[in-house]
Structure formats: structure tokens, C-alpha cells
């Protein structure tokens, strides 16, 4: 059943209880978790928000307290001279809007105790318009999702802005967690304090979307949080397009949050009897911390997003930084050989492989012909399969299916590309690659992109795992399918449309694991990754500059879906020499992968990576599906220190990374978190270096112990690491 199918069967299935508007009589919508609330009261037919965070014990008394409250989705003509949830052009040009609450209704979801929905139903009072604020709640991982629809009974209405989510805050202060960067330097956290007036994060580059800012984000309340302390607010919104993140704060301290889909350059038409939902906006709340946060996030993730979420993720090797585009048959049948003797699971052929009239040889040509260079493999993938299916490993290859450049399939379909009209294709700019995008908001360009992976797929059935990438933004656009005066809607459907594509792969193509890239962690965000098995986080495979990356992405995405490769020096982004030791412990935190040509290393250096993967397979139960606890964060201190911790706290498996040079020559500290207190753990070394990472190696402590004092490690240079395994007796 696909996510649509399964949230109108749920809408049917159930037998909800409907409360109806009167006059200040509706009780609290109370929409919870296990520890979390949001309570909504409905005053003089207005919905407001009384409370987001800890549960409370008997929400019934927000109705004494409607005054407090403040509006839940404000529209644009409402009168709220604040950020607002709404702007609409009616048919007539009537720019305002007024929605009065009709109804709502919850229902426990018919086939997952654990989700409880909630729908709100308001109307605009002079206008067929309707608005429907839903609300999806995780019980156990205590995570809420809202979106909110538009649907225009009678007439054609332009949506100008809206958003997902608006929260209303209250504290003292606020301080901000977020991620930033730029290609090859991805996923870097700053956190700040909130000054009055609005802060705006967003993307408008159309398709690759989470490079510099991420759609993600933490808020503490009063004080700044720690990993253990302090009141948390966490918010991602699962989107793949341009996005708005906005933070208001006003002179009474009162903090609006709103998330949504970029409105900028994008006034959505709606057609008569049309309706629009915009995507999910995943909130949670932590009384205790930021880690807390992350561990919500993570559960959620691995339990309703991912694709199959519980199955341990294999180790992949990946061509790209070994051979390039510069390969044969040959090399490649190599690379398989050797990637089965290192104990890889999959091996993967990245970009290279195909264009015949315009053969992918370099970045300039190809894209948009998927059929197999005859030249460079004569035998197709047929001797790849073969090969790694005789070693025992899968096949995977890399594809870039919504992008094109010189092909036949340019020459064919000129109207499929995304271009402005009466001007000239913005090609000069750096890092696009020569490379244009198709328009995914044409059906035939949807089926177009499904037949490339399910023709792929049909031919080759045992291609176990697929790399999608994603090469080009859009600081422009023009669709040749969507009409002249709703050029707005493109990237909104552009992205409804890549959706569906992903929705169609997964439904035929449940086990094939598909990796999220897009000119490394252009992609990352909750809305593309449930489609994905995991994600590519940076093209910046330097480890000293991963410790930051996988540290900050990992605080909304999991280890398991964060695939880490132990690559060569220098280094193919930075030119940066780290140690191969540094290089293997810091993979090992997240997906363990290797991203080199086997050929180029001297057999001690394969020897100690495949002893280093076999390690790492004895471990990886506890780091794909364990909690992370974050303990040292590498932005505070000279080192990065961490533990994944079992479900049932009987394992664990700690990462120390030096980043710089210590003056005081003083050892890293490792203070546990997340252990039982009263359990007693053997610590023994994965992937030990010359010496043991630490005196306690080989000796057990307890829970309470590790908590409260820790241990110490060996070392303080930059670039020395330990790995440590905790195994309860
Ligand atoms: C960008 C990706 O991030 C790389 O890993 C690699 O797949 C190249 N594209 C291939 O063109």
C-alpha cells in the first residue's frame, strides 16, 4: 500500500469521533504521545495553541485559560501582524482570508497502535475554502507530525505561502541548533541564541536543497541545552524542495516557528476543486536534553521512514574516488575480487558506465542515455554479476535519472528539460556540470525516470543497490508542461512528482537498497530519506572533516542510513592526510563503507581495512540500531567522543576522534552516558592501534562507574582515535 493509499484507508477504516463548532464548547484538542503534547483550544471559533512540550496531566484546564493562547495557524487577512501559516489570492483577487474552526476529529490509526491522528477542519467564512490541519502522533518515539491542506471548493485560488507548521514558544530565551555548509562541507552545527526579530533559513535552489542550510533544527528553552539537560524543541520537515525555515521572537519573548515550502517564486494555482497538502513537519520535545532529541528522531526514522528500517546495512565498496569514469571490464571485475577479499557486502559502479553516442567519459556528456558503453563493458553488468555473485557479494550501480546533458534523449525530448522560456539554458555556472534537469512535474517525464531504474532493474534483477544521485540546481526555472500562468507550481510539483517516482520504485523494488546523493548531501531530509535506505553525506571524505559532518547530520539522521567510506590520501576533496587508522574509526561510527581502488593500497593497508570490516560486522548491530549518545562534542573540546548503546543497554561501542593537537598533552576523557548503572561492562579495543586506546582496556567496570568517572584514553596528537566495546556480563 503506498503512503497515500494507507492515510485514506486510515481516513475511512476509522470511525472517528467528530466534534462540531458551537460557540466556545469545544473541548482541548489534545493531540499526545507517551510524553509529549499539543494542546489547541478554539476561542470565538478561532484555533489557537495552547501548549507545545510535556504532556500534562489534565489538559482540560486550557480552557480556563483560552487567553493565554495563541493562534495556531494565522492567516493573512486574520488580523496577526506576525509571520503567518497562510496567504491566499481568492478567484476574485481577494488577497485576505479568514478560516473559522468547522470540526475535528482523531482516530486511533487502524493498523498501528502506537499512531493516533488528529484532523482539524476549518473554513473560510466567505469563501468555499476549506483548510485542514492534520496531525499524525508517535506514541513511543513522542515525535508529532502536522501538515495542513487547501482545498478550493468552487474557484481557482493562487496559494502565495504556506506552511506545514506554525508553533508558538514561550520562554525566556532561545537558543538555535542548526546545520550548515556548502558542498564538500556539509552538515556543520551552530547553535545560538535567538536575538528579537526573524531569522530565515531556506534553500531556493530548487533541487538540491540541504547543502548550506538543512531543513532540521533544535530549539532550548531558557538556557542553553546540553546533551542531558534542558528543555528541547526539535523540528524536521520532510521536504526535497526549496524550503523556509522562519524564527521570529518578539519584545515579549514570544517565538513563532514556521516550516514550509519555500513560497519564494511560488504562488501555487489550485484549480477549481483541487487540493493541496503540503508535506510533513516532524516535531519533538525533550525535557532532557538534545540527545534526547536525536534518540526521537532516530527511533521515528528507523521505524516509519527509512526503507527497511530493521535490516542491518551491508558494507558497501564504492568506485567513484578509486577509478572515476576512467575505467574497463576489466578493472572493474578487479574491483569486485577485491572488494569480496576486503569482506565488502556490495560492490557499487558509480558514474561512468553508460552513453553510447555520447559516452559518459566525463561530466560534460551522457546523462539521459542509460544504456550500457559497449566500449568500456562489452558484456554489459552480465560479467559484474556473475562475478560478484560468485564471491558472494551484491552488484550496485549508480544513476542520475532526473538530469541530462548532450544525449540523445536531450535531442529527442528538448521539451522536457526545465528551462526559461526565450532565453538561453544557464549553463556557465560552476559546479552544474553541463547538465540541465528534467521536469519532473510532466507525468511523462515521471514515467520517463521510473523506466530508467525499473528498465535497469527488469534486465538486471540481481542489482542489489542503487546510488541516485543529484548534480545541478536551479537558481532559474521554466516548465514546457505546466501553463504560462502557472509557472509557480514547479517545484512544488516537480517534487510531488519525484515522490511518486520514489513511491513506484519502492512499492516494486522493496530490498533494493537505494542510496540518497545528491552531489553528496544536497538531499538530506526526512521527506526524500523515506525512500531511501541511506544517504551520502558529503563528498568530503576527509575523516578529520567527517567527525564534524557525520556529528552534525547525526543529530537528526541515523548511523545506519549514514554511509561513511574509508577513502585514500591525500584525501580527493581536501588533499588532507590522516592517519588510516583515524580514516577506518571514523567510518566505522556510521555505515561502514570503502571508497578506493583496492589496487592503489599495499597489503598491509588492505589487511588491516578487511580486518577492520570484520570487526566492524561484529559491532554494527549496536551502532545501526542502537541510541546514540553524544558525550564530547568536537566543537567544544579538542576531541569528539560518543557511544551507541543497545536497546537493552547490554552492549556498546565508543568512538573518541582527536581533532586538534592538545597543548596540555592531556588525555580524552570518555564519561559514559546511556549505560545501566547497574550492569558491569568488559571493555575490550576494535581496531586497536600500535597500543591500547586506554589503560582500562581489558578491564570491567560498572555502569555507574562509566558514568560518573569514565575512562581515559592514550592519546593527544590530532588524527589519533580509539574504538572501544562495552559487553555487559
Ligand atoms: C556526486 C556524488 O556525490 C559522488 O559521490 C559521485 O557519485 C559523483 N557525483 C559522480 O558523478
Redesign the pocket.
Known amino acids: 500500500m503506498t503512503r497515500a493509499t494507507k492515510f485514506l484507508a486510515a481516513m475511512l477504516l476509522a470511525l472517528p469521533a467528530i466534534v462540531c463548532a458551537q460557540k466556545n464548547s469545544t473541548p482541548v484538542i489534545a493531540i499526545e504521545t507517551d510524553a509529549t503534547g499539543l494542546y489547541l483550544v478554539v476561542d470565538e471559533l478561532c484555533l489557537k495553541q495552547s501548549h507545545y512540550g510535556a504532556r500534562v496531566a489534565d489538559p482540560g484546564q486550557f480552557l480556563q485559560v483560552r487567553d493565554m493562547a495563541r493562534d495556531a495557524y494565522p492567516v493573512y487577512g486574520s488580523g496577526n501582524p506576525n509571520e503567518l501559516a497562510l496567504a491566499i489570492t481568492h478567484g476574485n483577487g481577494n488577497v485576505t482570508t479568514m478560516l473559522a474552526y468547522k470540526s475535528h476529529r482523531s482516530w486511533d490509526d487502524p493498523s498501528d497502535g502506537n499512531i493516533k491522528w488528529t484532523e482539524i477542519t476549518l473554513e473560510d467564512t466567505a469563501y468555499p475554502v476549506t483548510v485542514l490541519l492534520t496531525y499524525k502522533a508517535f506514541a513511543c518515539e513522542n515525535v508529532i507530525q502536522t501538515m495542513a491542506s487547501v482545498v478550493s471548493r468552487q474557484q481557482r485560488i493562487t496559494i502565495n505561502s504556506i506552511a506545514s507548521c506554525y508553533l508558538n514558544l514561550k520562554s525566556s530565551a532561545y537558543y538555535l541548533s542548526r546545520l550548515y555548509g556548502a558542498p564538500g562541507f556539509e552538515s556543520n552545527l551552530l547553535s545560538e541564541r535567538m536575538s528579537e526579530g526573524i531569522k530565515v533559513f531556506d534553500s531556493k535552489r530548487g533541487v538540491r536543497n540541504s547543502h548550506y542550510d538543512n531543513q532540521s533544527f533544535m530549539i532550548a528553552l531558557e538556557n542553553p541545552a546540553g546533551e542531558l539537560t534542558g528543555e528541547v524543541v526539535g523540528g524536521a520537515l520532510c521536504w526535497t524542495g526549496n524550503f523556509r525555515m522562519s524564527y521570529q521572537v518578539d519584545v515579549m519573548h514570544n517565538c513563532y516557528v514556521w516550516a514550509g515550502i519555500n513560497p519564494y517564486q511560488a504562488g501555487y494555482v489550485l484549480l477549481e476543486g483541487g487540493r493541496f497538502d503540503t508535506p510533513w513537519m516532524a516535531l519533538t520535545y525533550s525535557p532532557s536534553g538534545k540527545g534526547e532529541i536525536t534518540r526521537n528522531f532516530h527511533d521515528w526514522g528507523r521505524k516509519y521512514m527509512l526503507n527497511e528500517p530493521q535490516r542491518i546495512r551491508p558494507v558497501a565498496l ?1 568506485s ?1 574516488e578509486g577509478v572515476g569514469m576512467d575505467f574497463d571490464q576489466k578493472t572493474i571485475l578487479e574491483m569486485i575480487d577485491r572488494a569480496a577479499d576486503l569482506g565488502a557486502e556490495v560492490f557499487v559502479l ?2 561512468g558506465w553508460f552513453g553510447n553516442k555520447y559516452p559518459r567519459n566525463d ?1 560534460r556528456n551522457g546523462l539521459g542515455d542509460w544504456d550500457i558503453n559497449k566500449k568500456k563493458l562489452p558484456d554489459g553488468f552480465t560479467k559484474f554479476i556473475e562475478r560478484a555473485r560468485a564471491r558472494g557479494i551484491m552488484f550496485g550501480i ?1 544513476i ?1 535519472p532526473e538530469m541530462v546533458n548532450p544525449s540523445q534523449l536531450a535531442e529527442k525530448h528538448p521539451d522536457w528539460i526545465v528551462k526559461a522560456p526565450d532565453r538561453p539554458p544557464l549553463m556557465h555556472l560552476s559546479r552544474q556540470r553541463s547538465q540541465q534537469i528534467l521536469d519532473l512535474s510532466n507525468p511523462r517525464v515521471q514515467d520517463f525516470v521510473f523506466d530508467v531504474f525499473d528498465g535497469i532493474l527488469k534486465q538486471n534483477p540481481e542489482i542489489g543497490y542503487v ?1 541516485w ?1 543529484a ?1 545541478r540546481y536551479a537558481p532559474d526555472h521554466g516548465s514546457q508542461y505546466l501553463p504560462p500562468d502557472m509557472q509557480g507550481n514547479l517545484w512544488i510539483d516537480y517534487v510531488k512528482g519525484l515522490y511518486s517516482v520514489y513511491e513506484r520504485i519502492v512499492k516494486k523494488y522493496p530490498h533494493t537498497i537505494i542510496q540518497l ?4 548531501g544536497g538531499r538530506v531530509d526526512w521527506g526524500a530519506m523515506g525512500y531511501h535506505h541511506e544517504f ?1 553525506p558529503s ?1 568530503n571524505t576527509d575523516a578529520l572533516q567527517r567527525v564534524y559532518t557525520q556529528w552534525g547530520i547525526n543529530h537528526f539522521f541515523p548511523a545506519m542510513a549514514t554511509s561513511a567510506h574509508i577513502s585514500q590520501v591525500p584525501n580527493h576533496t581536501t588533499s588532507g592526510v590522516t592517519p588510516l587508522k583515524f580514516r577506518i574509526d571514523v567510518a566505522m561510527s556510521g555505515r561502514l563503507g570503502v571508497e578506493l581502488q583496492p589496487r592503489d593500497m599495499t597489503p598491509e593497508e588492505l589487511k588491516t581495512i578487511s580486518s577492520a570490516i570484520a570487526q566492524y560486522k561484529t559491532i554494527r548491530e549496536v551502532i545501526q540500531l542502537g541510541d546514540l549518545y553524544r558525550l564530547t562534542s568536537p566543537y567544544e573540546d579538542n576531541f569528539a567522543s560518543m557511544v551507541y548503546v543497545s536497546k537493552d543497554r547490554s552492549q556498546a561501542v565508543a568512538f573518541c576522534f582527536v581533532t586538534k593537537y592538545s597543548p596540555a598533552q592531556d588525555y580524552p576523557v570518555i564519561r559514559f552516558s546511556g549505560l545501566d548503572p547497574n550492569r558491569t561492562y568488559a571493555i575490550s579495543e576494535i581496531n586497536p592501534g600500535k597500543s591500547n586506546g586506554s589503560p582500562s582496556v581489558g578491564k570491567s567496570f560498572t555502569g555507574d562507574f562509566l558514568m560518573k568517572n569514565g575512562i581515559r584514553t592514550t592519546f593527544w596528537r590530532a588524527c589519533e582515535s580509539a574504538v572501544f566495546r562495552l559487553n555487559a556480563k
Not at 546523493?517 to 553528496?520: N, P, T
Request: charged share 45%; net charge negative.
Open positions: 564504492n567513484w558509480d558514474d561530466e549508480w542520475e546510488k544521485d548534480n546523493c545528491s552531489s553528496g551520502w563528498d
